[in-house]
């Protein structure tokens, strides 16, 4: 006798396998999109006021401070430190586009996990002996 666990996903539902020709096409569809966006950038954009080191202006008010700015700033996680910059409004636009093209990427890599396990989940017979 043959026993199927009831966790195996595997074998459930196959008719609705989808085609193996397609999920190549979408997968080389997504791979020829990954390498079009030539500046992508990965960080948050923030905003705010600054104190100056003048003595007697009114940002160092100690009831109702006055701050400097507000300005643009990009912060960048790298390991266990923190990077911040300056943004000009040239470097604002250039960051926006940048952190939206992180964000398709990000996206696009997603789907391309989720094509590639299908094909291992289906397809798994079509899949290349992988030499040692």
Known sequence: MHFTPKHD????????????????????????????????????????????????????????????????????RYGKKTQTVFLTKKKLEHSKDGIKAYNNLQKRLYRLSEINFRILRYHYDKLKEKKE
Request: aromatic letters at 6%; hydrophobic letters at 25%; a positive charge.
């Open 9 to 76: 996903i595997l074998l459930r539902n196959m008719k609705n396998k989808p085609s193996y020709k397609k999920l190549l096409k979408q997968r080389k569809e997504i791979i020829k999109k990954l390498t079009k966006e030539p500046f992508v950038l990965r960080g948050s954009l923030r905003n705010h006021g600054n104190k100056c080191g003048k003595a007697g202006c009114a940002c160092k008010d100690p009831v109702n401070p006055k701050l400097h700015g507000p300005y643009d700033y990009l912060s960048h």
